[in-house]
C-alpha cells in the first residue's frame, strides 16, 4: 500500500438540536477538524487498527447547554463498522472554532475513551499537533435536528433519548 495514499478509518458525522446559533457551528467545526486530525494520525491509526474494526462512524450532536443536562452515548457494532454517537453541550461562547479547540480535543477525546472501554482497546495514544484550523470551514456538512416537546408535566426532556441518539443520523444518505 502506498503510505501517500491515507484510507479514513474514523468517519466523523455532526449534529446539532440548536438551529439559530452560531455557537455550535463553531464548536461543530472545531470537532470536526480534531477528528480529521486524528483519523490522519499514524498513532491514532494503528491504536483503532487493535480493534479489528475497519471504521468507526463517531456521530457527535451538540445540543444547547441549557436543552443539555445529561449526555447520552450510544455504540454498538454493525457489519465492519462501530457507530458511535455522543451528545454533547455546545458551549455558548460564539468564539470561532480555533478558540474552541481545546474544548474539542477534550471532548472527542473523552468519546474515545469511553469507546476505548466499550470495546477493550489500549490506551489512547496522545493527540497530535493540530494544523492550522481556518475561521470558517466551507465543507462542514452539519444535519439539523430539534427536540421533540417535553413528554408529559413530570419533567421537561431536555436530553435525546437513546432511541434518538440511535435515529439522529438515520436520514443521512452517507450512513
Not at 439559530?20 to 470537532?31: G, I, M, R
Not at 477538524?33 to 483519523?39: E, K, M, P, Q, Y
Not at 487493535?50 to 452515548?73: F, K, M, T
Not at 478558540?99 to 468519546?111: D, Q, R, S
Amino acid at each position: 500500500m502506498d503510505p501517500r495514499r491515507h484510507h479514513s478509518w474514523l468517519h466523523p458525522h455532526l449534529g446539532t438540536t440548536t438551529l439559530h446559533s452560531p455557537a455550535p457551528e463553531a464548536y461543530l467545526a472545531a470537532l470536526s477538524h480534531v477528528a480529521r486530525t486524528l483519523d490522519k494520525d499514524p498513532a491514532w491509526r494503528r491504536w483503532w487498527q487493535a480493534s479489528g474494526i475497519p471504521h468507526c462512524e463517531l456521530g457527535i450532536v451538540a445540543a444547547n447547554p441549557l436543552d443539555h443536562p445529561r449526555p447520552s452515548a450510544d455504540i454498538r457494532k454493525i457489519k465492519s463498522k462501530l457507530r458511535a454517537n455522543f451528545t454533547c453541550a455546545a458551549p455558548a461562547s460564539t468564539a470561532r472554532p480555533a478558540a474552541l479547540l481545546p474544548l474539542a480535543i477534550h471532548e472527542v477525546t473523552g468519546m474515545f475513551e469511553v469507546i476505548r472501554e466499550a470495546i477493550a482497546l489500549p490506551p489512547l495514544p496522545p493527540v497530535p499537533p493540530l494544523p492550522a484550523l481556518p475561521d470558517h470551514m466551507t465543507d462542514l456538512e452539519v444535519t439539523h435536528r430539534t427536540l421533540p416537546p417535553d413528554q408529559g408535566p413530570l419533567e421537561p426532556q431536555g436530553y435525546l433519548t437513546l432511541t434518538q441518539i440511535q435515529e439522529f443520523f438515520t436520514d443521512d444518505p452517507t450512513r
